[in-house]
């Protein structure tokens, strides 16, 4: 039942060109390694974007055993593992992409001191590229109803799962067991409801496999704002020796020098081989000096 919620998240696959906002100094270490850095999602935003799932988990849990259910333990036993797996468990990778190229509060984000660009990729290429590195395309999903109704599935899910065993409520090693048979998938699912407020970044990601083992994995580590953030490479170019990283265009962010930002971007990419099918535009939104 959960296995094919998540299926039905991930089907739908994107038609228009997917942006990727990014720093100047974003920009020269995706174009030079080929690769985008997928951060672990419990780290994106400090946590924040996992913790709106958990607590859609938690205030439906708490209804349901307030109307009454069969399985309270396993409920509670849910929401108490849940808070606690927040900070550990297997990892998940997502980097972010957005449909629109030229957003005023993404370039608020990346465009620090005039130093924004957004890179449009083919959604052909990343699907691709996905596919090959056995990363799932989603698109993220902001509205209440369908975030409330989908969390519902999940927990119905859950109680599915413990009837067929046939295991007391009580019995919470057996209850353990069900939370960690589903726990890719809840992180799959946590991947991409994000807060409605953030509706108009209308995102997609790509999300990893499940990562059980961080050692053995190529896992990364870079500093972020308050520690250091995890993160796994996903490959631009596949295979590598085509050089082809499907870029479609790309946007230059608000900057105080148009003329000569957008001429050192485009000698930037022409020396790499880079050139955008539908070519380089300035944003045309005012540089304000911060």
């Not at 900070?87 to 993404?106: D, E, I, Y």
Request: proline residues 5%.
């Amino acid at each position: 039942m959960i296995d094919s919620i998540i299926q039905r998240l991930y089907a739908e696959e994107p038609r228009d060109t997917l942006y990727h906002y990014t720093s100047l100094s974003g920009l020269m270490g995706i174009i030079h390694s080929g690769h985008l850095r997928a951060s672990d999602i419990r780290y994106m935003n400090d946590s924040a974007e996992i913790r709106h799932t958990l607590d859609l988990m938690g205030d439906h849990i708490s209804r349901r055993v307030i109307a009454g259910t069969d399985r309270p333990v396993l409920l509670n036993q849910l929401s108490d593992w849940l808070n606690h797996r927040i900070v550990g468990g297997p990892m998940l990778f997502g980097a972010s992409f957005r449909a629109n190229g030229n957003l005023l509060s993404q370039w608020r984000g990346y465009s620090v001191h005039g130093k924004g660009v957004s890179l449009g990729f083919a959604p052909q290429h990343i699907l691709a590229c996905a596919r090959q590195q056995h990363f799932q395309v989603g698109r993220c999903i902001y509205d209440p109803q369908r975030q409330a109704e989908l969390i519902e599935e999940v927990v119905d899910g859950v109680e599915a799962y413990a009837a067929a065993s046939d295991n007391s409520d009580s019995d919470e090693a057996a209850n353990l067991r069900i939370f960690e048979r589903i726990e890719g998938r809840l992180l799959r699912l946590a991947a991409l409801l994000k807060h409605p407020a953030f509706e108009e970044e209308q995102e997609w990601r790509i999300v990893s496999p499940v990562i059980a083992d961080n050692i053995a994995a190529p896992v990364h580590f870079r500093e972020g704002i308050s520690m250091l953030v995890p993160w796994y490479a996903f490959e631009l170019q596949v295979p590598p020796e085509t050089g082809d990283m499907g870029l479609n265009h790309v946007y230059l962010g608000p900057t105080s020098n148009i003329d000569l930002s957008m001429n050192s971007l485009k000698l930037f990419l022409d020396q790499r081989g880079l050139t955008p099918k539908q070519g380089i535009s300035y944003c045309q939104i005012p540089y304000r000096q911060r």
